[in-house]
């Protein structure tokens, strides 16, 4: 009986983690305002780690003691773990929010004014020192047709993209 009782408890332990370690990024190119718009998906509990480990400190993401607070450090992560280059010139990129959904949370940033890209250059390390096994999908929308996709990952934080 004693056997049932830990491999329920086991078991239950598997269904509420998530086996493995992923984010999301899609990247598009609005030709109306000229900008890029970046959207990243992320568990937010592994994004709650990352987060602890690089301010150093203890972070609740769903229930922030300073919401502002959290608005910056989340800021300074994004901007210092994703990077955009178009012709071999850094993109500044802008924090403009985030929303949460179910296990995981929606961030948003953005960039000053470009010219419409035909390669881009991104870093995404987002987690990697965290997780070994973190994969960062990332899609770029150069127009209205499919998206040119990379999977960067420890070892491998950065990739190029050709329209």
Known sequence: MQQFYLYMISLGWLVFTHPFHISLTEI???????????????????LEIGLGDFHKESIDFLNPSNKDKLNKQIESYLKEKNMIWIADKTVPLNFIGYEVEEDAAWFYLESEKVKN???????????????????????????KTSPKSIILGKGAETGKLDN
Do not use: G
């Open 28 to 46: 598009r190119w609005n030709a109306e305002t000229e900008h890029i718009e970046i959207s990243q998906k992320i568990f937010w509990d592994d």
């Open 117 to 143: 890209p035909t390669s881009v250059k991104v870093k995404n390390s987002l987690l990697v020192d965290i997780f070994p096994d973190q994969k960062n999908v990332i899609q770029f929308y150069f127009d």
